[in-house]
């Protein structure tokens, strides 16, 4: 059984950068064919691709948020990383990692954390 489990802040400042981290066991995020993946969703709306690492290491992100995200990867302990600069509060919202087993589709699911960004 594959299971993600985001860790991080609850609550950040405007201007800081956000930083969480998915811990993933029951498989490994080298796994050939996988793409492990940020989303988020901000109140009252739809869910927001932020932008994946695959499998190989290259990653991949949103074009709206290309400047401020970026993914990185601990193999050793089966994490990956999302770090998100500049947040404002237009940011806030519930953040899910995910393992993707094709561009769009998602397999299994962390239950998500909930970021609030103010002062």
């Known amino acids: 059984q594959v299971q993600l489990q985001e860790s991080g802040p609850g609550l950040v400042k405007p201007s800081q950068t956000l930083s969480l981290t998915c811990t993933v066991s029951?498989?490994?995020?080298?796994?050939?064919?996988?793409?492990w993946t940020w989303i988020r969703q901000p109140p009252g709306k739809g869910l927001e691709w932020i932008g994946y690492?695959?499998?190989?290491?290259?990653?991949y992100y949103n074009p709206s948020l290309k400047t401020r995200a970026s993914i990185s990867r601990d193999t050793s302990n089966n994490q990956f990383t999302m770090q998100l600069t500049s947040m404002t509060p237009e940011d806030t919202g519930t953040y899910y990692c995910?393992?993707?087993?094709?561009?769009?589709?998602?397999?299994?699911w962390g239950q998500g954390t909930q970021v609030t960004v103010s002062s």
């Open positions: 029951g498989d490994s995020i080298t796994t050939t064919d996988y793409y």
């Open positions: 995910a393992r993707g087993y094709k561009i769009g589709h998602y397999d299994y």
């Open positions: 690492i695959a499998f190989s290491g290259n990653s």
